[in-house]
């Protein structure tokens, strides 16, 4: 562009020189012409009279054609001089407004999702007995993928419809009337009841002294991870003083090197600064290996001590590298020998591997003290999960005895009632007492049937969380995708979300269907941006008209969406409306050539550049839409 510019700019320079110099060159011939030919002639005789416009007629009337061409070559003159003075008109780019349709669209990256993406899990906690499905497989609705170790539930289901059947058999016995046969049979049943209840009663006693168990094992755990806490505190403590040591030891090879008078005098005759500022250093390397040792000493947190120490140390280890590096670049002289300065840089070096061990041995000391506790917490946890596994089976083996004083509660009414014989109010009581164990019966079974997991839709296993013999997961045990129905995710810009709105259609056309457009209707809005490569984007779901089987998740195309449309309006494109302080206008040319500025009030802007014009101007004006100077 400011090549175009500067293109122009030389251009126009140059077509004035050229009309400059032509009329320069046009003036200089006329008045050569009159002052070198024609007033000789005019003033000599017999031209020379008196009157000047005398002699002037009497030199037209004598040179006719000459005057002629003296006029008509002025006249061009004049042209000229006027073309080149006169500004150029200006040239403008203009567009009539026109009435017509105007749609506006949303457009981007659409990509097929399904919805119906599930994470299954177990309604309680458990050891995985079966899985049926792994990653990829094809279910369908219904169909079994995994169960739970029954255990107790399905002895639970058993029992509990066991004591319907004898529920019923009650009912039926006291609907046929009560035999000796019968009062045998109740009796027997309520001292099953009671070995239920003894063996319940027992379980409890089992129970409770696992807990105890589990619970002294937890305190007696805690308690060695205390004394085992401080121990390793301490050791870690006495390693972090030991490398302090170590530091200081290096510094004071450190210092003497530099007490040395021989290296004193080549870094002052060398390097008189350095002399200085190792000094400094070895001064600031020696308070912060005091302040670590204080804190390894009186500090009770071998985190922070260790941290104190690593700074410390750090510090040191500059200090050594320059010295060796001082010491390294000091030229030799009468009294620092070669031989002198090699020992000084085999003290150094050594110094400098002392140093950076102790770096190493202060982090090594701290990661044993991590990995000790994290040791601990570990055998702490596990020992957590025994101690409540211990309190599930005392809970349930409470449970159990509720259930079975109850069920030998209700046997020993049975019985009662077999021997009392039958009445209207006894029979009524045992189709109550069948209806109680249908409930138990019915309560099995859903216990039962939290154990399996089941396929709720048609669809495809997409991830297994656990293995056979492993305990369920936190999380989902089983993901799924469902097969229908597919949706298009799209993603635009903040400034094309304000227009996009529920409801709205839309279309698109997908890279393994072209030319095929697939009709869409807004149907979610994320309320929040998503961070898309750095940008903010908004999403945007779309539901298809019709549904489609033919699609898979992650296939990507063109899509739109239809955010306005206008029908049989006046336009104008968009470069043509400027805003001025009071609001948009528009330069109207008229037919006069003089240009008219309308203020407008515009509408929605469509796909094609063009924006819709609500008042302030009419059907078929010119626009000027840019100006050429």
């Excluded at 049926?132 to 058993?158: C, F, M, N, W, Y």
């Excluded at 670049?329 to 591997?353: C, G, M, V, W």
């Excluded at 209700?410 to 009662?416: M, R, V, Y």
Aim: proline share 4%; with cysteine.
């Amino acid at each position: 562009m400011n090549l175009f510019i500067e293109t122009a700019t030389f251009c126009e320079i140059l077509r004035e020189a050229f009309f400059q110099w032509l009329f320069k060159v046009v003036k200089d011939l006329i008045f050569g012409f009159l002052a070198r030919i024609m007033l000789p002639r005019i003033l000599s005789p017999p031209y020379f009279v008196p009157s000047v416009h005398v002699r002037i007629f009497s030199w037209i009337r004598a040179h006719k054609w000459l005057t002629a061409i003296i006029i008509v070559a002025l006249l061009i003159i004049g042209g000229i001089v006027a073309a080149v003075a006169s500004p150029n008109p200006p040239e403008y780019v203009t567009a009539f407004v026109e009435r017509g349709d105007l749609r506006q669209t949303v457009e981007g990256i659409g990509t097929v999702i399904s919805e119906r993406d599930l994470a299954l899990q177990f309604p309680r906690s458990g050891v995985v007995d079966v899985v049926l499905v792994k990653e990829g497989d094809i279910v369908k609705a219904g169909q079994t993928l995994a169960r739970l170790r029954a255990g107790s539930e399905a002895a639970d289901v058993a029992s509990a419809a066991a004591r319907l059947a004898s529920a019923e058999a009650d009912l039926r016995a006291l609907r046929e009337g009560n035999r000796p046969e019968d009062i045998a049979i109740a009796e027997a049943q309520l001292e099953n009841s009671r070995a239920q209840l003894a063996s319940a009663r027992e379980s409890l006693e089992t129970a409770e002294e696992s807990l105890r168990s589990s619970q002294e094992q937890m305190e007696a755990l805690e308690s060695e991870a205390d004394i085992n806490a401080s121990g390793e505190r301490a050791v870690a403590m006495s390693s972090i003083a030991s490398e302090i040591a170590a530091g200081e030891s290096a510094l004071s090879s450190v210092e003497t090197v530099w007490d040395d008078p021989n290296v004193q005098d080549a870094v002052i005759k060398s390097e008189p600064a350095q002399y200085d500022r190792v000094r400094q250093q070895i001064g600031g390397a020696r308070t912060l290996l005091q302040h670590a040792r204080d804190a390894a000493t009186t500090w009770n947190d071998p985190t922070s001590a260790a941290q104190e120490a690593r700074r410390a140390l750090a510090a040191t280890s500059d200090v050594v590298r320059l010295a060796f590096d001082t010491v390294s670049a000091l030229p030799i002289t009468a009294y620092f020998t070669d031989a002198k300065k090699e020992q000084h840089k085999t003290s150094l070096a050594n110094a400098r591997a002392s140093t950076e061990n102790a770096i190493r041995g202060v982090e090594g000391a701290v990661k044993s003290l991590r990995d000790a506790s994290a040791s601990y917490d570990t055998r702490i946890t596990s020992e957590e999960s025994a101690l409540r596994n211990a309190e599930g089976a005392r809970d349930k083996a409470l449970a159990d005895i509720r259930t079975f004083e109850a069920a030998l509660r209700t046997e020993q009414a049975q019985l009662d009632l077999t021997r009392a014989g039958s009445r209207p109010s006894d029979i009524a009581a045992a189709e109550a007492r069948v209806r109680e164990q249908r409930a138990a019966v019915a309560r099995a079974s859903a216990s039962y049937r939290d154990m399996v997991l089941t396929a709720p839709i048609d669809g495809t296993v997409t991830d297994v969380a656990a293995k056979i013999g492993e305990f369920t997961p936190s999380g989902p045990f089983l993901t799924m995708l469902g097969d229908t129905p597919y949706r298009i995710e799209l993603f635009t810009s903040e400034i094309d979300i304000p227009k996009v709105r529920l409801t709205q259609s839309g279309s698109v056309e997908l890279d393994a269907f072209p030319d095929v457009h697939y009709k869409l209707r807004v149907s979610e809005i994320d309320p929040a941006a998503t961070d898309r490569d750095g940008v903010p984007k908004y999403r945007v779901k779309l539901d298809f008209v019709y549904p489609h089987d033919e699609f898979k998740v992650g296939m990507t195309g063109d899509a739109e969406i239809i955010t306005g449309e206008r029908i049989n309006v006046i336009s104008v494109p968009r470069r043509g409306v400027l805003r001025g302080e009071t609001g948009d206008y528009v330069r109207v040319l008229q037919d006069d050539g003089a240009v008219v500025e309308k203020p407008v009030r515009i509408g929605m802007e469509g796909e094609t550049g063009n924006v819709e014009m609500l008042s302030g101007i009419a059907e078929g004006e010119t626009v000027i839409l840019l100006i050429k100077e």
